[in-house]
């Protein structure tokens, strides 16, 4: 039974809620849950890692006792300390602390005082009007719980992130028997959507070996329920919850099905009717003409040139405009991630981040970047360990001192700053002004109304040493909705100051989302794709940047970060 780094983040994150809920040792909780974030930041596959003998130890944070614990999930799917835990509180009381305004000390006191173990109990409670009268709860509370109950309950999609891992060991495990020829991965996912509803696999097969494919598809070890077996189609849930269904088509028709399975259900509706006018016929198994002959089908190609327009890449084919761009020969060349010259957001030590100066620069080296801005925190986030004036001028010097042996690369001082709730800046001016560039960022008072946020922000924008809003709506994906902010005003204030917009490459995160990042594009703000790096191996994460970038039809022109520092100096200089 594969165990993914999903599922041990996963499990490692239920023991730190169920801790707190108990009220244990702080250290201990949060060593549970600074292990479950290493977990699931990493590139690498932790059960790849033990199969290569490589110690877990040398991870951050991963002591020995954490690390046989991991060892344990991957052998057996479970931890016994888990398992007690549940034991001990109720086995769904973690999924309280999930709800926006409910805490561990909450929760407990809604354990106590009226008996609530789940969600189904909780809303229970809301709709009768019962938590308000509990201390430290009263009516605000109750309404936020309901609207978060609300937000829960919708339809839950997985993140593109969690699905990556997932479709990457399962294509391998199809690949590896050696009956298939092409294996594709289509759908939502092929889109790069930030969440995924399923998977959609394709394949062609050797002669005679589409049975045999099916039969090892349903035999995976992480499928939990097989939902249908066919010759040329099975279904399948995985333990996740996920649903994922392979299809194997002909040679003749990959094309045309892979066309079929990938665009949306408007895009691919828009091009079925442009077939129509021609008296083609349009599906999965082909493009056929009046006598129901194929004509096309074996490529993508052959199908968008059956209708006269270009290829058109997976991530735009949502019916947002895309085939009149196409017909009007006026489509992006989309951002690629080699075009990347380097991250403008990172974490150290000295706040939240788990690794040194000098390991983020080697790190950042490694991947071929020019240079990395290091961004730790601002004194107002407290819970980070927030720079000050003092430590940051420290830092300051730290970052010259070791750009001085640097070669063609350049570490960038940077700092995420926050937004007090006045729209003033954390940090004076006499030491945002030592800096290379500020990245400025909400991350309190969320829920202020939309007209005070959005005003705060453009406050904010009035300082001449704000250059990047990070994560400019504050949202976690599944978890806490976007502040509620007028984006269109902000666009406006940032072209007009010579501000610029993030786009937080984190996965939990993908903040701004495709449609503001058209939105900037149309309107002439750059974006800049940055990691919010906390770790060597976050990294990585700038390719789920880029396939969001792509989503909102960005270029490399759009992006700052396909620059070079001579450039983006410029840019980010603002004389008033």
Known sequence: MPVHNADIAKIFAKVADLLEIQGANPFRVRAYRNAARQISSLSRSVRDMLEQNKSLTDLPGIGEDLAG???TIVETGTLPLLQELM????????????????????????????????????????????IRDLHGFGEKTEKQILQGLEQRTSEQRTKLAVVEEVAK????YLDASNATKKIMVAGSYRRRKETVGDLDILVTCRQGSQEKVMTRFVEYDDVEQVVSQGKTRSTVILRSGLQVDLRAVAAVSYGAALHYFTGSKAHNIAVRKMGQKKNLKINEYGVFDNRDKRIAGKTEEEVYEKVDLPYIEPEMREDRGEIEAAKMGRLPQLITLDQILGDLHSHTKETDGRYSLEEMAEAAQKVGYKYLAVSNHSKHLTVAKGLDA????????????LNEDFEDFLLLKAIEVDILEDGSLDLPDSILK???????????KHNLPRGKQTERIIRAMDNRYFNILAHPTGRLINERRPCAVDMERLMDAARERGCFMELNAQPDRLDLNDIYCKMAKEMGVKIAISTDAHGVDDL???????????????????VLNTKSWTELRKLFRRDN
Request: charged residues 35%; glycine residues 6%.
């Open 390 to 401: 003092k430590r940051l001028a420290e830092q300051i010097e730290k970052i010259d001192a």
């Open 69 to 71: 614990k991991i060892e």
């Open 540 to 558: 990585q994460d700038m390719r789920f940047g880029v396939y969001q970038a792509r989503r909102g039809w960005l270029e490399a022109e759009d």
């Open 169 to 172: 060991s399962l294509t391998e």
């Open 434 to 444: 030592e800096l290379d560039l500020t990245v400025c960022a909400v991350h309190d």
């Open 87 to 130: 034991k001990q509180s109720a086995p769904e009381l973690d999924e309280l602390l999930r709800i926006p305004g409910l805490g561990p000390k909450r929760a407990q006191t809604l354990f106590k005082e009226l008996h609530v173990t789940n969600l189904v109990e909780l809303r229970g409670a809301a709709e009768k009007r019962k």
